[in-house]
């Protein structure tokens, strides 16, 4: 059986909400994902494994260092 952690590493990404600032809306048109708030200060993207990467790698372009 697949480890809990390992899965939900690739199907999510956790970051400050400041560090989605301008970006939000143009993610969840974008990607098949959606975004919540994880508490005042955090935000969750969630997706399918694929979607997360493909996500990243925008994050990464846009210069958002994740975690």
Excluded: N, Q, W
Excluded at 35 to 47: H, L, S
């Amino acid at each position: 059986m697949p480890d809990p952690a390992r899965l939900r590493d690739s199907t999510e990404i956790v970051l400050p909400c400041d560090a989605l600032d301008g970006l939000h809306d143009e993610l969840e048109a974008e990607f098949t994902i959606t975004v919540f708030d994880a508490g005042e200060a955090y935000c969750r993207i969630i997706g399918s494994p694929v979607e997360i990467k493909a996500v990243s790698d925008y994050l990464a372009r846009h210069g958002v260092s994740l975690p």
